[in-house]
């Protein structure tokens, strides 16, 4: 029997029954509904950085709550929790003399980039700029910017006529983008790419990749967006994949691990010279959303910055990686994977086949992973403990024997 809740990414005919229903966490372990323990392997999706029950960012939300929930920041409004989360966040970003606009999800923040990117190149006169470059493989978001900017075909398709003006390029392939620069260069508004690709499959970029779109972008007048929703807060080993791949883009979107999931909280921040073209005496900056700022969301973030600073939980990538990497390795040594690929607390292992039976396998024994196509992903909370990682990989040798 289904019930009224439709489940997101998910096929709408299954029953509510056959849904397992987590209702517990602590650090990096998750329990149902019946009290059997999981190791999240996956961070929820793809966002739990400082682990689950910490009772810091519980308080902090909790705290807030009791002063006000939220008030919107329209002018003329502000709130402390914003201001300063705002701060917190651009200091560690590729755009520490920036600024930072807020909303709730990656598809807000996404669409928002978009829209920054395209209204930057009309201020600067360049009104015929609004192609778009998007790749294979490429995930952001649902909204239907994030829609049309989609690198993975089945998402883009059943929803109607898409935002035009984006064009695909291949995700590995730098002489592709060049050959799109120099048919259509002076209609280029921005190009959006991941730093690493997580939903479509966890890509890495190749070597020379993102610097090469940086270089494109800047011989053409283009900007650069970076979607960091997942890549950010640590998960490639600095706060932000920019930082991880030394490339600075002009834009760059964050979400899940900003709170690490505590409250829904996302943003894009910009450039110096983003913000320069908005400064402008009498402009109006017409998007936002009701929730931009939300108090208790901005609580949570601060919260959750905090606690990862606390912990060095950014350090503890390198670690977190090795290991991973040394029992993908043996895995593949054994011949139970095609091959991995990954970095940072970032992988995928290659089975050549559907990853669902497999994950299936996984859950019974207790570990959470997520299929995605023919590879299963693993993006442990950045607390996970070295016999958590154990107990990954060993579930997952088990489930492929
Ligand atoms: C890179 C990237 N961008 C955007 C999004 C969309 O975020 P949300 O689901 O919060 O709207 C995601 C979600 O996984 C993502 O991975």
Redesign the pocket.
């Given at each position: 029997m289904t019930n009224a809740l439709l489940h997101p990414f998910s096929p709408p005919v299954k029953p509510e029954a056959d849904y397992l229903e987590i209702v517990r966490g602590e650090g990096s372990l998750v329990f149902d509904v019946d009290g059997k323990g999981y190791v999240d392997g996956i961070a929820n999706?793809?966002l739990c950085q400082v682990g689950h029950g910490r009772t810091e960012i519980i308080d902090a939300v909790t705290e807030q709550m009791h002063r006000i929930e939220a008030y919107n920041t329209f002018a003329p409004f502000t709130n402390g929790p914003a201001a300063e989360v705002a701060e917190m966040i651009v200091e560690r970003s590729p755009h520490p003399d920036g600024r930072v606009f807020l909303g709730c999800?990656?598809?807000?923040?996404?669409d928002t980039a978009l829209k920054l990117a395209r209204l930057v190149q009309q201020r600067r006169g360049q009104e015929g700029r609004q192609v778009m470059i998007r790749r294979t493989n490429g995930?952001?978001?649902?909204n239907f910017g994030?829609t049309s900017a989609q690198g993975i075909a089945l998402n883009r398709e059943g929803w109607g006529d898409l935002v035009p003006h984006f064009i695909e390029v291949p995700h590995d392939d730098l002489e592709a983008a060049a050959t799109v620069f120099a048919e259509h260069g002076e209609r280029i508004a921005a190009v959006l790419t991941?730093p690493v690709q997580?939903?479509g499959g966890v890509h890495p970029p190749v070597d020379g990749y993102l610097e090469g779109l940086r270089h494109l972008c800047d011989d053409n007048g283009a900007l650069l967006i970076f979607?960091e929703?997942?890549c950010g807060f640590g998960r490639t080993g600095s706060w932000f994949g920019a930082q991880t791949f030394g490339v600075t883009p002009d834009l760059m979107?964050f979400?899940?691990g900003v709170t690490s999931g505590y409250q829904p909280l996302?943003g894009v921040t910009v450039s110096l010279s983003v913000c320069s073209e908005l400064e402008e005496p009498g402009f109006l900056l017409r998007t936002g959303y009701t929730y931009s700022g939300h108090q208790a969301s901005c609580a949570a973030g601060i919260a959750n910055i905090e606690l990862m600073e606390a912990e060095g939980l950014v350090d503890r990538v390198d670690s977190i990686g090795e290991r991973l990497r040394a029992g993908l390795t043996a895995l593949e040594g054994d011949g139970l994977l095609e091959s991995w690929r990954g970095m940072g607390a970032i992988y995928a292992a290659e089975l050549g086949r559907d990853a669902v039976s497999a994950r299936d396998k996984m859950l019974e024994a207790g570990v959470i992973v997520r299929p995605m196509g023919t590879c299963l992903a693993i993006c442990p909370p950045l607390v996970i403990t070295d016999d958590e990682i154990g107990r990954i990989i060993d579930a997952m040798a088990d489930a492929l024997r």
């Open positions: 999706l793809w999800s990656g598809s807000e923040a996404v995930y952001h978001g649902t994030g991941e997580g939903a979607d929703v997942i979107t979400a899940k996302s």
